[in-house]
């Protein structure tokens, strides 16, 4: 896992992260607004397994049985279109991103320097709860125990996951950005010294 999250730091860069945060941004105002309609209109107020952050069985079910069949159809359809790209888009961002700052913050070395992969297992849990998802609703109406039961735990640790990608981005980037203000502020007074 350390040379994994090594290698990242090594192929992250300004130019890199910038263009992912360039695709991300694009991603998010283009295309999740439509994808975001379509998801609304299908799931009629009730809600979706996978833009839930807590819902229990009972509620899975509820949500499946609303959909109905052609809305179960379109939604494991999603699961394995759009779906599949968005989380490479919003891992790709966070990875670089993380990576770049940690190595810029100088924690590259340190065990710190492995939250870069907290991202990667956010996206891994988003695969999964695609699946479990799909399976669920291609059954229905027929009960899928033990994966209805693992959908929601799925769904919840992929958005802790993500969250705490996103936090982790903006803590690194303080990080980097005020040891920066420290340096700068360290060069210019040594340069005002008789």
């Known amino acids: 896992?350390?040379?994994?999250?090594?290698?990242?730091?090594?192929?992250?860069?300004?130019?890199?992260?910038?263009?992912?945060?360039?695709?991300?941004?694009?991603?998010?105002?283009?295309?999740?607004?439509?994808?975001?309609?379509?998801?609304?209109?299908?799931?009629?107020?009730v809600g979706s397994p996978?833009?839930?952050?807590?819902?229990?069985?009972?509620?899975?079910?509820?949500?499946?049985?609303?959909?109905?069949?052609?809305?179960?159809?379109?939604?494991v359809v999603e699961r394995f279109t759009f779906d599949l790209i968005w989380p490479v888009v919003y891992t790709a961002f966070l990875v670089t991103s993380t990576s770049w700052l940690i190595r810029k913050a100088g924690l590259g070395e340190s065990r710190w320097g492995m939250l870069n992969l907290l991202p990667l297992i956010g996206a891994g849990l988003d695969y999964l709860e695609n699946c479990l998802a799909a399976i669920v609703m291609t059954r229905f109406p027929n009960p899928t125990s033990i994966v209805d039961t693992l959908l929601p735990v799925a769904t919840l640790l992929?958005?802790?996951?993500?969250?705490?990608?996103?936090?982790?981005?903006?803590?690194?980037?303080?990080?980097?950005?005020?040891?920066?203000?420290?340096?700068?502020?360290?060069?210019?007074?040594?340069?005002?010294?008789?």
Not at 34 to 41: C, F, N, P, V, Y
Not at 158 to 186: E, H, Y
């Open 158 to 194: 992929k958005w802790v996951a993500v969250g705490l990608s996103f936090l982790i981005l903006v803590v690194v980037l303080f990080l980097w950005l005020s040891s920066s203000l420290r340096a700068n502020r360290g060069t210019k007074g040594e340069g005002t010294d008789p």
């Open 1 to 45: 896992m350390f040379r994994l999250s090594n290698w990242l730091m090594q192929i992250s860069s300004g130019r890199v992260s910038l263009f992912l945060l360039a695709v991300f941004a694009a991603f998010t105002i283009i295309v999740l607004p439509g994808q975001a309609a379509r998801a609304s209109e299908r799931t009629a107020g």
């Open 50 to 75: 996978d833009s839930s952050f807590i819902y229990s069985t009972d509620d899975l079910y509820r949500m499946a049985s609303s959909y109905g069949e052609s809305g179960r159809r379109d939604y």
